[in-house]
Structure formats: structure tokens, C-alpha cells
């Protein structure tokens, strides 16, 4: 035999495949009928699900009544820092150039927000199989990390007003921080409904919304705090500032902190957390327990999105067994602990 001469029975995706090799790959979901198996002595082939075309990504922009109000809150910032910025470079103030900055970064991150809600209702592709909606878990996670470098550089600006002289605080910035408290509180309306610490995520864009809220929403905090820290120093109170800022930085940690460990939970991709780690456990030791199955092994257990568990699972299946039976029970275990969308290997 050549060299360069594959072996007989090779196959390029699996290897040495023999006539009785018996390796499945079987995928259901809850609203799927029963798939077609098709098995040859060295391949395995399934109908390929309707997917379009690779790179076919199509936004819909404004589609929906909350991207059309973020939309006009980008605006409004957008315009709002640039007015700043122009201001604060004819009349040197660096305090007004820093929020702008501020400000601009911030609306960096709503667009990538918008950009997700978009980008989520594009259909699945040959490149991206399960769909885009991931985006919008994404685009949350990026919210809530900027939040928490919020929090960070207020607690350092806290330190600084601590450090320094506050007989020379400047109190111009009181009409920036009223202008952009009327605007966020704006947003704030637009997403009240997830104006709330901890939210149970049914989708993808419960996600998204939140962290918008909670963007706007921190934002208001700072602006209010700001204004408090200006009157009380205006009335004389010792380390006002000092005082204003620290209790903001705390709030905006505790505002975002529970978004920001769900949005990466989903993103290490943990177990699903609607699903018993006992429960996960019981339904290995009833499928070990199958007279037909010999072992289980390589169960993983994650969510796509809120709301979209998948699984995958390795059943070594003994000689003679009815696979077709096995693969329906196992199903019917996990589909009951709310598993969307399971892939079963079967190996004998």
C-alpha cells in the first residue's frame, strides 16, 4: 500500500469505520417530528436543517417600538455630548470635555445594544446554525461591564475629591448634570417595565432591554448625585462630594452586578440554571440503569439564550440493543426537565 494511500474504510470526518461500527448522531427538538436516520458502513448522514444562505444577514432596522425609542435616545445623547463638547473647548472647561467623552463612550455601547436587537432577528445561516440571538446576550454582558468601570472610576473620583480641596469645587457642571438627568430619565420611561435589580430572563432581549435600563438608569444615578454633592457643598457640608459619589458607586455595583454574573453565566455556558443539578444527576442514573444502555458519558448541559437549553450526550449502547428505544426514552427524560434541543451520539 502507498504511502499517501488512505486505509480501507476510511472516512475523512470519522476515521477507520467498519461494517459494524453502530456510531449514531441523533438531534430532536420539542417542535421537531421524528427524525430520518440514514447510516452507511462509514458515514453519517441526516437532512440538513433549512438554513439560508451564509452571510445573508438582514437588519431590519427601527422593526420594533423599543428599538425605535433607543434609537431617538442615542440621538438625544449624542446631540447632548456634542453640545457639551463645543462648550467645553470654548470655555476650557475639563469637566465638561470629560463628560463628554463620558457621554460618547456611553452612546458607543447603546448602538451596540441596537445593533443586536437588529441583528437577533436575522435567520440562522450555514455560518451561524443557531441564529444570532446570542448577540444580544453579548451586547448586555458589554453594557454591564461598562457599568462596572462606571462604578470603578466613580469610586476613584470619590477618592480624588477626598484628596483635594473641595473650597474649589466648580459648580458649572450642576447644569450639565440637570440636563442629562431630564434625558436619561427619558430612557428610563422608555424601559420601565425593566426598571428592576433582578428580572427573570425568559429571551434573549429581556436581557438586552435590561441592561439598557440599567445603563440609562445608572447614568441618573450619577447626574443625581452630582447635583446633591453641588447643593450640599453650596450649603457648606464637609466632603459632600466625597459623600455623593461613594454611595453612587455603591448603588451602580448593585444595580448592575446581577446582570453582569447572568449574562456571563450564559456566555461560560453553565449548566441551565432553571435545571437541578439533582435533576440532571437522577436522569444519568435512570439511563445507566436501561438494560440496553452499558454507559453514559460526555453529558453537557448549557443555555444558548434565556430561555433555549441544549444538551449533548454520549450513550454507549450494548450489543443488541434497541437503539431507536433508547434514543426516545432518553429524550423524553430530558425534554421533560425543559431541555429544548438535545444531540445523542450512540456507540456500541
Not at 467623552?101 to 452612546?107: A, K, Q, S
Not at 441583528?119 to 440562522?124: D, H, V
Not at 457599568?147 to 466613580?154: E, G, K, M
Not at 435590561?210 to 450640599?232: E, K, M, N
Request: net charge neutral.
Amino acid at each position: 500500500m502507498a504511502m499517501d494511500e488512505p486505509p480501507k474504510g476510511w472516512n475523512p470526518n470519522y476515521g477507520v469505520v467498519g461494517s459494524g461500527d453502530r456510531r449514531l448522531a441523533f438531534s430532536r427538538q420539542l417542535s421537531s417530528s421524528m427524525p430520518r436516520l440514514a447510516r452507511s458502513d462509514s458515514s453519517i448522514s441526516m437532512p440538513p436543517p433549512p438554513l439560508a444562505p451564509t452571510g445573508a444577514i438582514t437588519f431590519r432596522w427601527l422593526a420594533t417600538r423599543p428599538m425605535r425609542r433607543l434609537a431617538l435616545l442615542i440621538a438625544l445623547n449624542v446631540a447632548y455630548s456634542a453640545t457639551e463638547l463645543a462648550i467645553g473647548l470654548l470655555t476650557a472647561r475639563v469637566g465638561l470635555v470629560s463628560d463628554a467623552f463620558h457621554l460618547t463612550f456611553g452612546c458607543g455601547i447603546l448602538t451596540f445594544s441596537l445593533f443586536a436587537m437588529a441583528a437577533s432577528r436575522t435567520k440562522p445561516d450555514h455560518l451561524y446554525t443557531y441564529g444570532y440571538k446570542r448577540l444580544e446576550v453579548l451586547a448586555a454582558f458589554t453594557n454591564a461591564l461598562f457599568l462596572l468601570f462606571l462604578s470603578f472610576s466613580l469610586a476613584v473620583e470619590a477618592l480624588h475629591a477626598f484628596m483635594q480641596d473641595e473650597s474649589e469645587h466648580k459648580h458649572y457642571l450642576i447644569v450639565s448634570a440637570v440636563t442629562n438627568l431630564l434625558v436619561n430619565l427619558l430612557g428610563v420611561w422608555f424601559f420601565r417595565s425593566y426598571a428592576r435589580v433582578n428580572i427573570v430572563y425568559r429571551k434573549a432581549e429581556d436581557m438586552n432591554y435590561h441592561s439598557v435600563c440599567l445603563h440609562v438608569l445608572a447614568d441618573s444615578v450619577r447626574s443625581a448625585g452630582l447635583i446633591l454633592a453641588s447643593w450640599f457643598l453650596s450649603l457648606g457640608v464637609e466632603n459632600a462630594e466625597v459623600l455623593c459619589l461613594g454611595i453612587v458607586s455603591v448603588a451602580v455595583f448593585m444595580l448592575v452586578l446581577p446582570l453582569f454574573k447572568a449574562t456571563g453565566n450564559i456566555l461560560l455556558q453553565i449548566a441551565p440554571g432553571n435545571v437541578p443539578p439533582s435533576a440532571l444527576t437522577k436522569c444519568f442514573r435512570q439511563i445507566s440503569a436501561c438494560e440496553d444502555v452499558s454507559e453514559v458519558c460526555q453529558g453537557r448541559f448549557w443555555e444558548l439564550v434565556p430561555g433555549h437549553a441544549v444538551g449533548s450526550l454520549d450513550i454507549r449502547v450494548k450489543n443488541g440493543g434497541d437503539c431507536q428505544s433508547v434514543l426516545d426514552y432518553v429524550h423524553g427524560l430530558y425534554q421533560d426537565l425543559g431541555i429544548q434541543d438535545l444531540t445523542i451520539q450512540t456507540d456500541e
